[in-house]
């Protein structure tokens, strides 16, 4: 760029910052001469104000939860969610379980009958005993 086009460049910004300046001004009062952004009247109104962010919350007094059977995990209660003493917080499946609950249950009847079918033998030898020895 040659020595008059930065002059002539010069002057025209010159001449843009004379305009900002004297064209909010034309026409107000003497008190507001000056003034690039005139004057506004202030509007009592109520603010609001938002804050957002992100953190993590560390208890005061941590409490360990367990489980009494080991499991795989079916259902976990969301991150986050507000609970109440007695909420479910966890649920596991319970397939295995089951299945070693149907067998505890036939392993019971099982041994019932087997009871059942001692306590018969026994009375069957009691009585074949009184047999022999009221025959002796």
Same mark, same amino acid.
């Given at each position: 760029m040659n020595k008059r086009a930065k002059i002539a460049l010069g002057v025209g910004v010159a001449a843009i910052a004379v305009l900002l300046i004297a064209i909010p001004t034309c026409g107000s009062s003497n008190r507001d001469k000056g003034s690039i952004l005139g004057r506004f009247p202030a509007i009592a109104s109520d603010l609001d104000i938002v804050l957002t =962010?992100? =953190?993590s919350l560390k208890s005061a007094h941590p409490i360990? #939860?367990?489980?009494?059977?080991?499991g795989k #995990?079916?259902?976990l209660i969301p991150e986050g969610t507000a609970v109440k003493k007695g909420d479910k917080l966890i649920e596991l499946e319970n397939k295995e379980l089951a299945n070693q609950l149907e067998q505890a249950k036939q392993e019971r009847e099982n041994a019932q009958r087997a009871l059942e079918n001692a306590q018969r033998e026994v009375k069957l030898q009691e009585l074949e005993?009184?047999?022999?020895? =009221?025959?002796?």
């Open positions: =962010g992100s =953190g360990v #939860i367990s489980s009494e059977v080991n #995990i079916a259902w005993s009184q047999k022999l020895t =009221g025959d002796a």
